[in-house]
Nanobody, 114 residues
Framework: QVQLVESGGGLVQPGGSLKLSCVAS????????MGWYRQAPGKDRELVAI???????NYADSVKGRFTISRDFAKSTLYLQMNSLKPEDTAVYYC????????WGQGTQVTVSS
């Protein structure tokens, strides 16, 4: 049974940093594409960053140079380091695994506000 559990969200001021974690169970995290998506109120869910099985990262243009996706195989965990946060980064962030079907975590709220 695949399970993805996100953590690390919260309230941060503009320019601040947060690190999100996604602990995965029931899968081998390096086998398929994993990534982070986000959904702001009233908007569609959008891609933030993905990591291929060959560890090649891809980022949305809006987060390039500010966000870094990574994984720890020993901890079966996917991370998203977010720096220089902006109010427009406010959203619920979801971990995603592309296996036999799409799997999603429950989401973690990130709020960037002064």
């Amino acid at each position: 049974q695949v399970q993805l559990v996100e953590s690390g969200g919260g309230l941060v001021q503009p320019g601040g940093s947060l690190k999100l974690s996604c602990v995965a169970s029931g899968i081998i995290i390096g086998r398929n594409v994993m990534g982070w998506y986000r959904q702001a109120p009233g908007k569609d869910r959008e891609l933030v960053a993905i990591l291929t099985s060959r560890s090649s990262p891809n980022y949305a243009d809006s987060v390039k140079g500010r966000f870094t996706i990574s994984r720890d195989f020993a901890k079966s965990t996917l991370y998203l380091q977010m720096n220089s946060l902006k109010p427009e980064d406010t959203a619920v962030y979801y971990c995603h695994y592309n296996g036999d079907r799409a799997y999603w975590g429950q989401g973690t709220q990130v709020t960037v506000s002064s």
